[in-house]
């Protein structure tokens, strides 16, 4: 029972994280959002995305629990500047844009096109482009890590796939490159997880002789 209830926590995360990320990807506005726009989504999604962050840092911890390869050893560094730099781009981009713009909805149309200024202004900034930088590469280090730590359990075309969804979504957690980055991510780890364990047969004693 303690072992069924350990694998169903361990598959809830793994595959809790990429799946939300999907489902979040496909909900979440295309492009930039502008002074005018609704803001309640995109500020709901920029709050959940915090718990989908963590769950993906502990489905990537778990991806390579009891390796001892120097690919396992840099997912576990990498986990941690993971975090903070993008739950830091999630803040500002995220949480932070969606409530400028909620407020600024209410202006008059003269205050709305200082804060729209104000916006693209901001978007641009060497501090935000940094941040989405190191946010994609904060993911993208130790998810190709995790892929070529659990090579040797999956096809070439399976870790293949991998790499190619973690670069992909470096690029950004929207649609379109979020939830194909995300999706391929996801086929390497059904694989590792699901994929049939061979059978070990057991050893039969050679007879005594008499």
Excluded: K
């Amino acid at each position: 029972m303690h072992t069924q209830r350990s694998r169903f926590v361990r598959r809830a995360v793994l595959f809790g994280g990429p799946l939300g990320y999907i489902v979040l990807g496909l909900f979440h506005p295309m492009g930039d959002l502008d002074v005018g726009d609704a803001a309640g989504l995109y500020i709901f999604l920029h709050l959940v995305q915090p718990v989908l962050i963590a769950l993906i840092a502990y489905g990537l911890w778990l991806l390579v629990e009891g390796l001892e390869s120097t690919a396992a050893t840099i997912v576990r560094c990498a986990l941690v500047p993971y975090l903070i730099l993008y739950s830091m781009f999630d803040a500002v981009a995220g949480v932070a844009t969606g409530l400028i713009v909620q407020e600024a909805n209410g202006l008059s149309a003269a205050d709305q096109a200082a804060v729209q200024r104000m916006m693209d202004g901001i978007g641009e900034h060497g501090v935000l482009v940094a941040l989405w930088i190191g946010s994609g590469l904060s993911w993208l280090v130790p998810a190709v890590a995790a892929a070529l730590a659990v090579r040797e359990r999956v096809p070439g075309l399976v870790t293949a796939a991998m790499v190619l969804g973690a670069l992909v979504f470096a690029f950004g957690h929207p649609i379109p490159p979020g939830p194909i980055g995300m999706a391929l991510f996801l086929v390497g780890l059904l694989w590792v997880e699901l994929r049939p364990r061979e059978q070990s047969v057991p050893e039969v004693a050679a007879p005594v002789p008499s």
